[in-house]
């Protein structure tokens, strides 16, 4: 065992653009750590008002 | 710089619908440890955690994947040590995830084997449960990969892709072949990639070696500049012959290779202002070349838990990375044990809803 960590996963899906605003929402989004409760909210709170934005 | 270098939209669709729309809804990838026995002695083996019993069970997999699949886990791959030690457990839950795919056409799954027990009675099994996919390590050509695995297995290995091909082309499109990028071997591939092919196989998958605390050496480590000097030619089609269907993937970690990926983005490998997104959630740049096509996948922040899950032959729950450790247990990325509470309630902080 030693390489690619978790594999292939079979490689790519169907997939499209992602624009540099998804993008930064995306790492809002997988960047929260929901073990802090504040955190979470704060983050979740900065997600809507991106969403909100658009 | 040569082809492709602005990437590609080919096959780009839905671009009408906004993210959320698009993509499966909060996706979670799986990888899972079936056992921790392999019947090789890999030098580049990153597994640095050595306790063999405590093995989960069918019944308790199945129990646990139930749960998963509730909570949105749509891949599954089992990824060591060796499946197919335990043929027959990974055949039953193969065969689970067969069953579960009916239900939901979006799951997936496979797993990860050194092909060396991939013998006629396991391609016709194989051949009825359909894995999404079947990853096979080649380490190079014939000197490159038996110095790293052992005398002889580079042949077995490729007879064994040989004789997928004859039993079941349609397996062998589902194979790709897994290789760990490393000094010895960083020229090698292109042979490697024109021996395969012709055993219809066309998927590629490369990932640097990342040294683990069990490696006291330098001799198969790239530096950073090597390792983007591979990338660039494998971008530029450099690895490919004539043949037009062939894809690599440039496989990236976030734990361990995050340093990789920010030198990509500054040498615009990776471009973040061109990127695209899987239904998956998957991030990455595609190139085509000559030959075929490269893809690049980029982590712009840390998954795990929220996305991505390990989980150990004995049930622990971590990221990858903690199984380079031998006291993995006592780790502080690991944490829960499935055989003490269930999934759901050990992720609960973590997951996204």
Partial sequence: MAMGFSGSNGGIADYRILNYSELNKFILRYSIRLNNEEERKKEEGLIKELEDGD | MALGWSGSNGRVSKKVLDLDNFLLKNPLEVSYFVNNKCNLNCKHCYVGYNQKNGELSFEEWKNVFNDLINLNGLTFGNVGKEPLLSWDKTKRILGFFYEKRKEKQKLRFGFVTNGVLL????????????????????????????????????????????????????????????????????????????????????????????????????????????????????IDGELFNSRKDLELILKNDYDTLKPVMDRCAQEKIIDVNNLLIDEYGVIFNKYNSRGGSAIINYIPTSDTFSKEIRISHDGFISNCYAQFFENYPERTEVIGNVKNKSIKEILQTYLIH
């Fill in chain 2, 119 to 234: 013998d006629e009675a396991k391609i016709k099994e194989l051949s009825e449960l359909m894995p999404n996919y079947i990853d096979v390590s080649l380490d190079g050509q014939k000197e490159e990969h038996d110095y790293i695995r052992g005398r002889g297995v580079y042949d077995k290995v490729v007879n064994n892709l040989r004789l997928v091909n004859e039993i079941n082309p349609k397996l062998s499109n589902k194979i790709f072949i897994s290789s760990v990028l490393m000094k010895h071997n960083k020229n090698k591939f292109k042979g490697m990639i024109n021996e395969v092919s012709n055993y219809g196989i066309t998927h590629f998958l490369f990932s640097p070696y990342v040294k683990s605390e069990k490696d006291k050496t330098e001799e198969l480590s790239l530096d950073l500049n090597e390792i983007i000097e591979f990338y660039k030619r494998a």
